[in-house]
């Protein structure tokens, strides 16, 4: 009888951290055996996805990596490709989806959401159900627009977030304090990219952190209905064009030579392995099923970085097969 009574109990409380949507799945181990397969999407994802309007979002600096986007007077399109043109073309041409990569804005997060909520019109409008692929600025701006109107979350088939500092990037942090001086060196700059202070104060941990913590009810009801995965990249270690960002975030310092500081940061931690911007817990929502990319930095995912092999292409295909797992279709 007490075995009995001892086991309800511990069944019960299963129970309520699942329904709770405390529980988050490491999906790493499912998704790079989907990844090492090298298999395409089976001719059933392929149905199932055609039923879907797929939006990818971008990120900040996204202008930038877009060809004939004239709010940025700098490019570099030509050099990496453009944002998201990778994922865009898997989709569209070898897959036949119907896919959508929607404007995104470094300088107002407003734009941002207002492209995603006329794209969730237009699919409502048609009946057709949303999946979105956002990184960075854009996955924050996606759950503002959830979290704002809830009732987008009848639309949505499912999301892949990537890459997307929920937690703030202590990236954006530094920019505002500590002897470097990056907001007085850089203040000049960013307009050039379409780019404003404020958008990168946004980003900052205070900022959402306290977006998070206001907002945790409606957000935890969000990862209970809708299939989420968010994933954050790993690069410490591996060679990367945000090494000096990397090492901010795993140790405070702007550079080590002979394991001292050269420059301490403002940034006291808590320190974690990153992308270069994205701390890999900031990358995670609570309750959501998660995965951890080895080797990989924050523009890797999105665009063509020189000199680096990156199968985009294959990531995204073993991704949205890891994705469908948890809408249900094997």
């Known amino acids: 009888m007490v075995q009995r009574y001892l086991i309800h109990i511990l069944l019960s409380a299963i129970g309520l951290v699942l329904s709770s949507g405390a529980f988050a799945a490491d999906l790493t181990t499912s998704f790079y055996t989907a990844l090492n397969s090298q298999q395409s999407l089976s001719a059933q994802e392929q149905e199932i996805l055609s039923g879907y309007d797929v939006y990818l979002v971008p990120g900040i600096l996204s202008e ?12 570099f399109s030509r050099l990496t490709g453009e944002y998201f043109e990778t994922q865009r073309k898997l989709l569209q041409n070898q897959y036949g989806l119907k896919v959508q990569r929607l404007s995104s804005s470094s300088k107002s997060v407003a734009d941002i959401r207002s492209n995603i909520r006329k794209a969730l019109a ?20 996606l759950l503002e627009e959830l979290v704002s109107f809830p009732s987008h979350q009848n639309t949505l088939a499912g999301i892949l ?9 202590p990236i954006a942090d530094v920019y505002f304090e500590g002897p470097l001086h990056l907001d007085k060196w850089l203040k000049p700059v960013i307009p050039y990219f379409n780019t404003s202070p404020e958008t990168i104060r946004y980003l900052s941990t205070i900022s959402r952190k306290q977006f998070m913590t206001e907002n945790h009810a409606i957000i935890r009801d969000l990862v209970q209905r809708i299939p989420i995965i968010t994933v954050g990249g790993v690069v410490n270690g591996h060679s990367s064009l945000f090494t ?7 140790t405070g310092c702007f550079k080590i030579v002979l394991g001292q500081c050269v420059i301490r940061t403002s940034f006291a931690g808590p320190f974690d392995s990153s992308d270069g911007m994205v701390p890999f817990e900031s990358s995670k929502i609570e309750g959501a099923d998660f995965i951890r990319l080895e080797g990989v930095d924050h523009g890797e995912t999105v665009v063509g970085i020189p000199f680096e092999q990156y199968d985009k292409s294959q990531v995204t295909t073993a991704l949205l097969k890891t994705l469908l797992s948890k809408i249900g279709i094997n």
């Open 122 to 141: 237009d699919s409502r409008s048609a009946h057709r159900k949303a999946l979105f692929i956002t990184h960075s600025l854009g996955g924050l701006a």
């Open 244 to 250: 000096p960002a990397v090492n901010i975030i795993a």
């Open 64 to 75: 930038a990596f877009v060809d004939g986007d004239d709010r940025s007077s700098i490019t």
């Open 161 to 169: 977030f990537l890459q997307s500092p929920f937690q703030g990037s």
